[in-house]
């Protein structure tokens, strides 16, 4: 059974950071894909954020330039690092993985971004 387990939200100001974590309890070698989902109050779930196990990286319009994600394979770890947070990024973040076999995702950290 894979679990993933998400850390690192809470409240900031707008203009601030944060950063998330994401911890699997599996080896994310075979995870071909990881990232990151939000869905803010009133809104669908959102991909914002994934990272290839090549490291190839792709971002949602609404946070590209200011979000950045990576992951330590040795560490079994996604993390997200979050600049210039805005209102409209409060949301609940999710993280996501993916391999042959199957998706799974955690069970969320809330983001709030005051203003």
């Known amino acids: 059974q894979v679990q993933l387990v998400e850390s690192g939200g809470g409240l900031v100001q707008a203009g601030g950071s944060l950063r998330l974590s994401c911890t699997a309890s599996v080896s994310i070698f075979s995870m071909y894909v990881m990232g990151w989902y939000r869905q803010g109050p009133g809104h669908e779930r959102e991909l914002i954020a994934t990272?290839?196990?090549?490291?190839?990286?792709n971002y949602a319009d609404s946070v590209k330039g200011r979000f950045s994600v990576s992951r330590v394979n040795a560490e079994k770890k996604v993390n997200l690092r979050m600049d210039s947070l805005k209102p409209e990024d409060t949301a609940t973040y999710y993280c996501?993985?993916?391999?042959?076999?199957?998706?799974?995702w955690g069970q969320g950290t809330q983001v709030t971004v005051s203003s």
């Open positions: 996501y993985a993916r391999n042959s076999l199957n998706q799974y």
């Open positions: 990272i290839t196990s090549g490291g190839m990286t």
